[in-house]
């Protein structure tokens, strides 16, 4: 069966920097997906990685190895508006998406 | 970016009602389109994918005469519940896949309270 892992629920400190893991088993792989949900809104898209590699995008980064199907997301100098909950989703063989359950992540002051 | 339209963003119906859900491709076609459901502190559950001009897909569990998917162009798809419960209170999200890439766009979701 297709399996996306990532933590229920992290806890940061404001100012400091958080990785959220992601490990996946899916039909065939094309590309994996960080989108990041906001209580009570839709999930907006955060990035997209389809190589082995780090993504740096501002204060965000995502890394991918597909060898270890893994994925983690970074976040810098975290500010209270980070707050939320960090959705993994795997584009299968057929290309659709596999969804994790998301990661909450809580802010503290 | 992309822009994914839903309305309406809020209904409040009574138990046995119908609701349609309309989503719009606004600056993009989209050939698929996917509808999730999603409650209270849980992670988005897909409940149908419809391609344009074909009948939706829909998950194991989701019962295709309740929810009526219709995707009648690259631009517009709607989610109709039917005779509504109570139980059927979530907050329903469209997305859309551009039909040059392969990235998902949200629309804004809509939160159905069935009384």
């Known amino acids: 069966g297709q399996n996306i892992d990532q933590p229920t629920e992290m806890t940061a400190t404001e100012g400091a920097i958080v990785q959220i893991n992601c490990t996946y088993q899916?039909?065939?792989?094309?590309?994996l997906f960080w989108y990041q949900q906001h209580a009570g809104e839709a999930p907006t898209f955060l990035s997209y990685n389809v190589l082995d590699g780090l993504e740096e995008k501002g204060r965000f980064s995502s890394f991918l190895s597909r060898s270890k199907g893994y994925s983690y997301l970074l976040l810098k100098e975290l500010q209270m508006k980070d707050s939320a909950s960090y959705l993994c989703a795997v584009l299968d063989s057929n290309y659709q998406l596999i969804w994790g359950a998301g990661t909450k992540l809580i802010i503290k002051p | 970016g992309a822009v994914v339209s839903q309305h309406p963003s809020w209904v409040i119906c009574k138990s046995g009602t119908s609701v349609k859900i309309e989503c719009r491709s606004l600056d993009f076609q989209a050939t698929t389109m996917f509808w999730y459901r999603q409650f209270p502190k849980q992670s988005l559950m897909l409940m149908a994918t419809s391609n344009e001009g074909s009948k939706a897909t829909y998950e194991q569990g989701v019962e295709k005469d309740k929810f009526l998917i219709n995707h009648a162009s690259l631009t517009l798809s709607t989610l109709t519940v039917t005779s509504a419960h109570p139980e059927d209170s979530s907050f329903y999200i469209c997305s859309a896949r551009d039909r040059r890439d392969y990235e998902q766009y949200f629309g804004p979701g809509t939160r159905l309270t069935v009384t």
């Open positions: 899916t039909s065939g792989f094309n590309g």
